[in-house]
């Protein structure tokens, strides 16, 4: 653990280096994807990056572990329902994309399987030279088991709070809140809170009126404070 | 068009008399895919749904011209993006899925294309003997195109308006609605309306409280006012 810990210290000082020495807008996105990640915290965050798509050049790989579809599908469906959707994947986490300036980590039931251990790596030696990181929902575990969250603010779903926070005895983590932004690290809170975050990190760098345009297009009305959380009192944090 | 306004009232009738004898909990859902789609259109409704089907046991098939991934790539970006996501089939419009009850149809960039005529044909033919039927953001003009909306109450994106509502000069458009129900159509306004929308009829049809738990554990806070609409004034309606 110390080990990771220094380590991570280390990314996290790399990642803001970077970050600080570029100021062109970011172009290459990535995602990673699992088995059981959630529907939502994928295609929320990234129907808005579609539309900024049209607006500013932009380029987004799907890393996996293989290049078979990944599926929502968890283990076990407790009603035996047969109901997921598979996305396809465009890199591996052995061949990942080059230059990626952007990462994004979404949650799922997933992040509670034993065969996580190849995404967080890949989350662990992405890290360092990214400019900017973004994590949904459980995602937040990822990052945590990565080691990328210490010594910063995070946030993360307020149902798994326990869960998730307990990766992280490093992490400061915010109870109250729909995202969280440390330095070029942003986190948010369950699901649905990942299009809002999605939308603050576009309007911090892309600028409020590309947000717009990309909101309005979705007919979605912003959460704008990022404080405002009625989970975090309907469960108890 | 005279033949398809007389074939659309009988899939109206038919839709209709079929919900009534049937007091059972619909199991077996389908959504359209096309090139092109929204992809929160799709991923919206269906991540609400994913979390249901750990309630109730439901199905989901995935029905498009083939079983190749689909993608919510339009033909051309103006900005020379690459920034897309594809989802896997499970089924094609010519071996659907047997027992369809539901059926959602999303909207995207792609109802503009000059290749959807399979899957308006498809709707037509699925649409008499389903018990529930959804159109999400401009999947309307799917719909309206396929004649089953002739005569009804529905709303439809509202950016789109004109372009959609073309498409049905029989069809009762409601400009200012989040979402519109009209007997076992429910037609949601643009991209995260589908959300609304999904939740909404799941509330008519499984329950507020088996809702509830979906919203919640999305952390998502619903919309339950079906004529909110600030974006039908944003686009001047």
């Known amino acids: 653990m110390k080990w990771t810990l220094g380590i991570s210290a280390a990314l996290s000082f790399g990642l803001l280096a970077h970050a600080q020495n570029d100021t ?17 915290d994928v ?3 990234l129907d808005a990056m579609n539309l900024l798509s049209y607006q500013f050049p932009l380029n987004l790989a799907i890393i996996a572990e293989s290049l078979d579809p990944v599926s929502t599908k968890a283990n076990m469906n407790p009603q035996n ?3 997921s959707q598979s996305i396809v994947p465009t890199h591996t986490f052995e061949n990942p994309p080059e230059n990626l300036e952007v990462l994004i980590v ?29 994590t949904v929902c459980t995602g937040a575990s990822i990052a945590a088991r990565a080691g990328v969250l210490d010594g910063r603010n995070a946030t993360t779903n307020k149902k798994s709070w326990e ?6 005895p ?5 109870t109250h809140a729909r995202w969280v932004v440390d330095g070029n690290v942003y986190t948010t809170s369950g699901v649905s809170a990942g299009i809002d975050g999605m939308m603050a990190f576009m309007a911090d760098i892309y600028g409020a009126n590309a947000t717009n345009t990309v909101a309005q297009g979705m007919e979605y009305e912003r959460e704008l404070d990022p404080s405002h959380d009625p989970f975090a009192d309907l469960y108890g944090l």
């Open 170 to 174: 490093n992490v400061n983590w915010i």
């Open 81 to 83: 329902s047969n109901f």
């Open 106 to 134: 979404p949650g799922g039931i997933g992040t509670r399987a034993p065969t996580l251990n190849s995404t967080i790596d890949y989350v662990a030696q992405a890290f360092p030279s990214l400019r900017y990181f973004i």
């Open 24 to 40: 062109t807008l970011p172009v290459n996105y990535g995602i990673v994807v699992f088995p059981g990640f959630q529907a939502l």
């Open 163 to 168: 869960y998730v926070t307990n990766f992280g």
């Open 43 to 45: 295609f929320g965050p």
